[in-house]
Every structure is written in C-alpha cells, then in structure tokens.
C-alpha cells in the first residue's frame, strides 16, 4: 500500500513540476532549466539520505549501480524530457514521455523476475492508450525531433526505475539514491556547459519557477525511489506516469494562456483512472 501512495505522491509532484518549468521556459533555456532542478534536487534530498541512510550497509557494488541509474535518470532522461517539453509544449510531449512503463515492465520481467499479471498488464495498457488519447487534437503540433526526445526520455526513465530498484535496495536507502542522481547530473550537466560553451544562467538569474519546478521534482525522484524500494516495478512505474492526467489538468488551470487543454481530457481521464485502479489491486 505505500509504494502505491509513494508512486500517486510522485506523479502529482511531476505534474506539478512540469507545469512550473512550462512558466521557466518563457524566461530560461532548457538547459538551465535543467541544471537549476538537479542543483535543487541535490540541495534538498542530500540532507535526508545522509539523515536516513543505514551506512554501515552501503557496499561499493550498490554505489555503482546507482551511478549508472543516476547517468540515465535524471541526467539524459530529464534533459530529454524538458527538451521534448520545450518543442512540443506540456500537452503533446505527454503522451510519449507517459510510455515508460513499457519499458520498464519489460526490463522489470525480464530482469528481475517479476511477475507481470493480466490485470496490472491491463491496467498499464489503459493507462498509456488513455494518455495517447490525450495528444489526438494536438497532433499538428507534433514535430519528429520532438517525438524522438520525448520517446527517449521515457526510455532512459523507464529503464532507470528499474536499476533503482536494484541499487536502492543493495544501499538499504531510497533517499541516498535520489541525492546520488542528483548530484551525478549535475556534475555531467555543468562539464557539459563548459566543454561545449552551451550559455547557461547563473543561479542568481533562476527565476521562481526554476526553483519551484527544482523543489517538486526533489520530491518527486525522491518519493519514486521511495515506492520503488517498497514495491514492484510494474506496479509503481505505471501509477507513476498517471502524472500526465495531473499535468494536463493543471494546465487547464494555470496554463490557460499558454497552452490549450480540449474535451479529449475526460474520457482519457476515465481510461487513467481504471488503469490506475486495476494496477493498485492487482
């Protein structure tokens, strides 16, 4: 039951995230925008892992797999999602980004042994075609270098999920993995910036809605470590990418201006929350 609640915590957190780095765009590169959330993430969780980590359990095999979940989630898989973000707008991008947990289910049972049922296979099937439904009346807005991204970013989340499974599991500490991946891409994203000139903005000229998109997504990884540590794979990924609904949702409601949400929102709403609930009693 709490890697449920853990998972439904995270995805609102996403969403959430999502629409303040929607608002940081109009102001911000992508890039930035980037860099400022994994600074904040990193900022924010350290203090808990080193607060709630059993040390004395932490192995160097552990360390490392983490590392590599941290190199594709948030490292690549965010830089992706908010490039996908930035060209095709909150809406559009969603759908793609929201099929990740085909891969990570996939990973999941062939990797780890876990055991895929009809009724949470189900449950995931209803929640990616209800989120694709989402994209029907903005599919002019699609552009391929954005669909590539945005289907990338899925790629390196899904499949991230499940190294952090293993790796918050062989450190004992959900929150030591969360901090790790922050750190890692923030490492990556500022030798990056340097060796490739790419302009960035320094924190002094983060905008609010850097710093808000940063704190939310803090907790956003950190509760998806969480339900990740307590819970299977293919029941906490799926409930995770429910966080389109939440997005678009939102949307509606501050994003007004910007973007514009249609009636496609409530059957594809309907079909999310019966994937939400097949999956949570599987």
């Known amino acids: 039951m709490w890697g449920i609640i853990f998972a439904i915590i995270s995805a609102l957190c996403w969403s959430s995230g999502i629409v303040a780095l ?15 959330s994994v600074v904040i ?27 590599f979940a941290g190199l594709l989630a948030p490292t690549l898989g ?18 793609f980004i929201a099929t990740a947990p085909l891969f990570s289910s996939t990973l999941a049972v062939l990797f780890l042994g876990e055991h895929l049922s009809l009724q949470i296979g189900l449950g ?18 699609f552009t391929k270098i954005g669909v590539i991204v945005a289907v990338g970013s899925a790629f390196c ?22 901090a790790m991946g922050a750190t890692i891409a923030s490492i990556i994203y500022i030798v990056f910036a340097r060796g490739m000139s790419q302009p ?7 905008n609010r809605f850097n710093v808000l998109n940063g704190i939310l997504t803090g907790f956003a990884i950190t509760f998806t470590f969480a339900a990740l540590f307590v819970e299977k794979v ?13 997005t678009l949702i939102f949307t509606k409601f501050f994003l007004g201006k910007l973007e514009r ?3 496609t929102i409530y059957f594809a709403a309907v079909m999310v929350v019966v994937g939400g609930v097949l999956i949570s009693t599987g």
Not at 43 to 65: N, R, Y
């Open 22 to 36: 929607r608002k940081s765009l109009q102001t911000t590169s992508a890039f930035t925008a980037t860099l400022a």
């Open 41 to 67: 993430n990193a900022i924010l969780v350290w203090p808990l892992a080193l607060l709630l980590t059993p040390f004395d359990k932490v192995g160097l095999d552990g360390i490392l797999i983490l590392v």
């Open 78 to 95: 965010r830089l992706l999602r908010f490039m996908s973000v930035d060209k095709l707008g909150v809406a559009p991008a969603a759908p």
């Open 124 to 141: 995931t099937l209803a929640i990616v075609v209800g989120i694709m439904i989402l994209s029907r009346e903005e599919r002019s807005k």
């Open 157 to 178: 989340f899904g499949t991230a999920d499940v190294i952090r499974k293993v790796g918050a599991t062989a450190v004992s500490s959900p929150t030591l993995g969360a």
């Open 200 to 206: 960035i903005n320094s924190p002094l000229k983060w």
């Open 234 to 246: 293919v029941i906490v990924e799926p409930l995770i990418q429910t966080s389109p609904l939440f």
């Open 261 to 263: 949400v249609t009636a």
